[in-house]
């Protein structure tokens, strides 16, 4: 009398088995496994790890000759140290040179960056949320112009904003670097985009329908929903404001004025000039510091700024 083939439930009898279970559907996974991994790129590889090397090696070089003084400059090789460690020095020394101008243009740029790329990114929060959200008649010229306006080079527009300001008598003052770093095409745009995929209308019409006004409404629901897009914007046009140079020198006479880029550019340029001092060691270890304070808020922020890059960029 043979005795029965015990079979477990979803699997034939027929089947083979062995001790960790069927062995076609054991290969069949491995496979799909195999299948699911990506792929090695060689040449993938490569490229990004010279695009890691372009990017690196002017940081290694600045923070190296930081720590060199005048003479150690031109005797040391640029990728390494010199016997004389004096970074220290150069620290006191770009704060303390010229009567501290160093620090005058530091809170210049601090002031140029919170309320021209602080403005900017709020007027694109409102812009965005607004062309997103709401339905008016000539929306689709604003989107035209917008996108056009992207394109635009801000070096393009320098001459006539500046023609503009002259006319007015702003030209030389703060406001003349504030105002135009207030327009932001292209954070406009991102917000648009970042909007449109992040607040549900469900949810919007589920608070009108609880009473809430418009106003409550953005700030309560839709401006927490908009966070990523926001630290996003706030990124690029705080970038754009803390290293834009060609503004600044076009509407800005008065050293006192002047933001790090413009500082720097003056001490550098001392060199040239007749029984003018030399003092590259503090320009290095200038720019050093002038990149620090970026550098900081995207290892920061970097975790909310990626989420409103790929917003938008899968469709469900």
Not at 140 to 169: D, K, N, W
Not at 252 to 278: F, R
Not at 293 to 314: E, H, I
């Amino acid at each position: 009398m043979t005795s029965p083939v015990a079979t477990v439930p979803g699997r034939s009898a027929a089947e083979p088995s062995g001790p960790s279970g069927p062995v076609p559907r054991l290969r069949a996974s491995r496979r799909r496994h195999s299948a699911d991994r990506p792929r090695r790129s060689v040449l993938l590889t490569v490229l990004t790890s010279l695009v890691l090397l372009y990017s690196l090696v002017p940081l290694v070089w600045l923070a190296v000759s930081a720590t060199k003084t005048q003479e150690g400059l031109s005797r040391s090789a640029g990728l390494w140290f010199d016997g004389d460690f004096a970074l220290w020095d150069n620290i006191v020394e770009t704060f303390t040179y010229d009567d501290g101008v160093f620090t005058r243009w530091l809170l210049n740029t601090l002031l140029y960056v919170g309320l021209g790329a602080g403005g900017a990114t709020f007027l694109a929060v409102l812009g965005g949320y607004a062309l997103a959200k709401f339905d008016f008649p000539g929306r689709r010229a604003v989107f035209a112009v917008v996108i056009g306006a992207v394109a635009v080079p801000g070096t393009a527009l320098a001459v006539p904003t500046f023609l503009m300001f002259s006319r007015m008598g702003l030209t030389n003052t703060p406001w003349a670097v504030i105002i135009p770093s207030l327009i932001s095409p292209f954070g406009l745009y991102l917000m648009w985009v970042f909007a449109t995929e992040a607040i549900p209308a469900e949810l919007m019409e589920a608070a009108r329908i609880d009473g809430a006004g418009e106003v409550r409404t953005f700030f309560t629901v839709a401006l927490p929903l908009l966070a990523p897009g926001i630290v996003t914007v706030l990124l690029f046009t705080m970038v754009a404001t803390w290293n834009n140079y060609f503004l600044p020198l076009v509407m800005l006479k008065d050293p006192d004025w002047y933001p790090l880029t413009l500082g720097l550019n003056a001490w550098n340029q001392q060199a040239a000039t007749a029984g003018g001092e030399a003092v590259f060691n503090l320009v290095v270890t200038g720019s050093l510091l002038t990149i620090l304070p970026l550098v900081v808020a995207f290892l920061l922020l970097q975790k909310y700024w990626q989420s409103g890059l790929a917003a938008g960029s899968v469709k469900e």
